[in-house]
Structures are given as C-alpha cells and as structure tokens.
C-alpha cells in the first residue's frame, strides 16, 4: 500500500536552532515528492517539487534534498515566522497526492 | 486575485441537510482535486475532475458525495444529508495539466461544521 510517514509529528525549536524534519514514503515507481506549508485555519502552500533521488532545492532558510526512500526538509537558523505545519505529498498515476500526517514546527523566539 | 477560490470560507448545517461547497481554480487551470481535513487528521484526497469528466473518484465515500466541474462555472462538491461525521475542512486544488507531477495550488479552505 502506498504510504507516506512524516515524523517528528511536532517539533519546538528556539530562533536559530537547525533542525530536519523526515518524510519518508513507500510508493510503487516515485514520480516526484511536494512540500507544503500549512499555517492554521489556510490551505497548504507550495514550497518545492522535488524530481529524483539527489535532487535538491533550496528557498530561504529551508532546502528540501531526496533520496530513493525519504526527503528532508533542513531549516536553517528558523525564525519564528517559521512556525507552521510542514506537509510532504507523494502523486499518484493519476494526479492524486498522498500526503503524510505532517510536522508542526513552533520556533519560539 | 489570480489564486484558488472557494467559497464559502465557513459554512454551518443541522444533520440532514444539503452543503455545496465552491471551487474556482487558478485562470487557465482545467484541472481539479478535491481533499477533506478531518480534526487532527492529515489531508485526504477525494475526487480528482477535469472540465466535464470525473477522471478518479476512489477517495470519495460511496453515499451522499458527488461532485461536478462543468464546462461553464466553479466545480461543485456536494454533501447531501450531512452527518456530524462530514465536519470537517474541504480544499480545492488546481493545477495547469494533467501530469502527475504537476503542481497542485491550494484554495483557502471550505470549513464545513454540522450541528
């Protein structure tokens, strides 16, 4: 069955602190990974698109990288606007994403 | 505003009643998901439509959903017979073609409550 996993399920950071969040998948043939951040009560918002294992992409203090059975998403030096609920999806043939259950990020000040 | 709109952003129903929620995609998006949020739950996939045709509705329960994306006007999902159960945030997600790697853009959200 196609799964994705995401863990930890909530991390707290203070300002500047680095740290990964896990997204690990088991799917037959991966065609590609997304990212997207969720802020509470909106819709998720896309972050990256990540293509084949090795690929990495990078957008301000996050850089997502792939490899044949997970991604990471590294954030560098959070600020508190970073704070948000981090989703990772999986397409299907048809188009569907699977998506983890997420990691809430809170960077405290 | 070039983004996903839904509509309503809330919506309130006693059990039994109708919920039609709204979606209209990004301009020049022919391509339509539809997800559900339960509480504490992660994103759901529903039903994926394009201009007149329902291409994959394995996420969709059997009963009281159906959900339409005509050639003319926003794609409707439609709940008949709410249930407490169907509580929950609805988004819509469009995307320019039909390729499974085509990123998916997410409306704010129907967030549906039944009393």
């Known amino acids: 069955e196609d799964q994705v996993t995401q863990s930890p399920e909530a991390l707290r950071l203070q300002e500047g602190e680095s740290s990964s969040l896990n997204c690990s998948y088991t799917?037959?043939?991966?065609?590609?990974l997304f990212w997207y951040r969720q802020d509470p009560g909106k819709g998720p918002e896309f972050l990256f698109t990540?293509?084949?294992a090795g690929e990495e992409k990078e957008k301000e203090r996050l850089k997502a990288t792939l490899t044949k059975k997970e991604s990471f998403l590294h954030i560098t030096a959070p600020k508190p606007e970073d704070s948000a609920t981090y989703l990772c999806?999986?397409?299907?043939?048809?188009?569907?994403?699977?998506f983890g259950q997420g990691t809430t990020l809170q960077v405290k000040p | 505003n070039a983004g996903v709109m839904q509509n309503p952003r809330h919506l309130v129903r006693r059990r039994g009643q109708e919920a039609r929620l709204r979606c209209s995609p990004m301009?020049?998006?022919?391509?339509v998901y539809w997800y559900r949020q339960l509480p504490e739950e992660g994103l759901k996939f529903m039903v994926y439509?394009?201009?007149?045709?329902?291409?994959?509705e394995s996420g969709m329960p059997k009963e009281r959903f159906s959900a339409e994306f005509p050639k003319e006007g926003p794609s409707i999902l439609r709940i008949q017979q709410v249930v407490r159960g169907d509580s929950a945030a609805y988004f819509c997600?469009?995307?320019?073609?039909?390729?499974?790697?085509?990123?998916?853009?997410f409306g704010p959200g129907t967030r549906l409550t039944v009393l």
């Open positions: 997600a469009s995307s320019p073609g039909a390729g499974s790697t085509d990123t998916q853009y």
């Open positions: 799917v037959s043939g991966l065609r590609g």
């Open positions: 990540l293509y084949s």
């Open positions: 999806a999986v397409p299907m043939l048809t188009g569907k994403l699977i």
């Open positions: 301009k020049g998006h022919s391509h």
């Open positions: 439509l394009q201009k007149e045709n329902i291409i994959d």
